[in-house]
């Protein structure tokens, strides 16, 4: 990882009223190139001709060959269960062109946690959006409902009461729109939804007599799931989720209501909601990525995970050692995200560096708590 090459290209993004400066920067080995996209978090962009060891730090990375490898391998994964479709959860990257490279390997839209993030998405020319959680208050229904109008778009967003469900309607007959309604099942997780039974029976029915709105289906995850250590464990956990939107989709069977999508699950739990039989789309987010925490996950043989690889990191540089007591980087924790603990060293970084001095030595530290090159 020594052999690092001038960088490439150079290209800028808005989001979000941000201006980022994404670069390129290849390192070589052999004949094989690896190209890895940087944004400092200082607001000192790079220059185009600077090598990997003038980025100023912190610097943002994501090993753009790595991050393809992971989408060519969800996309592998799904072609093995039956009309199994992949929404990836944008919150993961918040970067349109990112979600462009997801659709153009056959996702079937963005997912998103936010209003915002669905605006930002749209703008950067993604057109098939979930907001997969409710969305409450008159001036965001309003640009709910603006979106909903714009060219091309189709969006879906979750309820979980009557009021809402009316509150948008009413939106949405302002600005002749319409937007399509998945109903926020509670299979577990226990934060918004409502349980599976007569409560979704009633939401489906209003949402298809309500002008404005259309019924699109059931949005049935449990975040929790994701990070249960053992497979074994996941599995069962995934069952339960699996059973509770069964009885769901029962009580919407008997009404003679079909329901068109069933979606959910995440990167730690995917291939069992795939796997059901009863889920006809996935989210998962953060495979494009990975993080420690996920790390921290074991397979069916007991092992870490290692389906997808890590593609994202942050480079930091050594500013002060105290001699055999400790490092400070100039990542602190604005840097990083301290949720999942705090970031890993890997030595290995300095010594691939060729660095004699620890003073000089630059390393990865991952987005979400690991350190390493």
Known sequence: MSNFTKLLHKTFHVFNRTLIHPYFVASTSGSHHRSIRTNTMSGNSCRVG????????????????????????????????????????????????????????????ACCQTLVEAEAMAAGGIKNILISNEVVGKGKLRRLASLAREAGVVLSVCVDSEGNLHDISRVMQEFRATVGILIDVNVGGSRCGVAPGGAVLDLAKLAIELPGVTFGGIHCYNGINQHIRKAVDRGAATAAVVEMTKQALEELTKAGIDCPLVTGGGTGTYVFEAGSEVFNEVQPGSY????????????????????????????????????????VVDAGMKAVSPDSGPPLVRLGAVVSLGLTRVQKARVHCNQRGYFGV
């Not at 420690?292 to 930091?316: C, I």
């Open 50 to 109: 600077d090598g990997f060891q003038d980025i100023d730090t912190p610097a943002l990375l994501v090993d753009i060959v790595g991050m393809k490898a992971n989408m060519e391998k969800m996309r592998a994964q799904l072609k093995q269960y039956n009309k199994v479709a992949c929404r990836p959860h944008a919150k993961a990257h918040k970067c349109p062109p990112i979600a462009r490279m997801q659709m153009e390997l056959g996702a079937s839209g």
């Open 288 to 327: 494009i990525f990975m993080d420690a925490d996920y790390g921290r996950n074991f397979d069916a043989e007991g092992k870490p995970v290692s389906e997808f690889e890590q593609t994202l990191f942050v480079l930091a540089t050594v500013i002060s050692v105290t001699e055999g007591v400790r490092a």
